[in-house]
């Protein structure tokens, strides 16, 4: 599974969007790229996932460019409540029993 | 709305006692997972379970078993808890033919 690689963290404030980059330079042809969100003391919720181009939801969008080697999870107009850790996967398209969750990104949120 | 429960929040344990933490999942998915999350580590997979009565090593599997009698309930069992096992531990499921994972909302684990 290709390693992933995002910011420690990262800082905002309310009302702004927010864009947080991942690079999977080893993404392989079947591998879909996911993001989960983990607020404090709770399990990881599944965000969005995302092939190529560009992908949207009622809670963020997601950006892919051609070569796939980078993706880039876009959170409109953050609250205080978007303060959580999220985290970037490559995920092996099909039957796949092994999620491999990196340190992710905290994204903190301010007034 | 898929709910995956896991029995205690919080559990607090003495070194060598037997340690049994359950997850339930009421959406019939057939996969089930066991992960541990530690600071600095971020979550390594322990044991999963495709069907009833199987079950599959993950990466860190030494020291602990699973139990899968029913589809709906996975066990991790600590046969004898060690203070290097304190740990925020997480249940997961996924159905058959989808990628997503669902959590529980994890237990956190001290062992004394």
């Known amino acids: 599974l290709a390693k992933t690689t995002q910011p420690i963290s990262m800082d905002s404030y309310e009302g702004q969007e927010v864009n947080i980059t991942c690079s999977h330079n080893?993404?392989?042809?079947?591998?879909?790229i996911t993001w989960y969100q983990q607020f404090p003391s709770q399990g990881p919720r599944f965000i969005i996932q995302?092939?190529?181009t560009k992908v949207t939801n009622e809670v963020a969008s997601l950006f892919i460019p051609a070569d796939r080697k980078s993706s880039t999870l876009s959170l409109p107009r953050v609250s205080l409540s978007d303060t959580a850790v999220y985290y970037c996967?490559?995920?092996?398209?099909?039957?796949?029993?092994?999620?491999?969750f990196g340190t992710g990104t905290l994204l903190a949120v301010q007034p | 709305d898929v709910k995956v429960t896991q029995s205690s929040r919080y559990l607090v344990k003495r070194t060598g006692e037997k340690v049994f933490l359950e997850c339930v999942q009421d959406?019939?998915?057939?996969?089930m997972f066991w992960y541990r999350q530690d600071p600095g580590l971020g979550l390594r997979l322990i044991y999963f379970?495709?069907?009833?009565?199987?079950?599959e090593k993950g990466d860190i599997p030494e020291g602990y078993s699973v139990s899968r009698e029913k589809k709906e309930r996975f066990s991790l069992i600590l046969e004898s808890a060690s203070t290097n096992q304190t740990s925020m531990y997480l249940c997961?499921?996924?159905?058959?033919?989808?990628?997503?994972?669902?959590f529980g909302p994890g237990t956190r684990l001290l062992v004394l």
């Open positions: 996967l490559v995920v092996k398209g099909g039957a796949t029993n092994k999620l491999i």
């Open positions: 080893n993404i392989a042809t079947n591998d879909y």
């Open positions: 997961a499921s996924r159905p058959q033919g989808e990628e997503t994972q669902y």
């Open positions: 379970s495709y069907d009833v009565k199987m079950k």
């Open positions: 959406m019939d998915h057939e996969n």
């Open positions: 995302g092939y190529k």
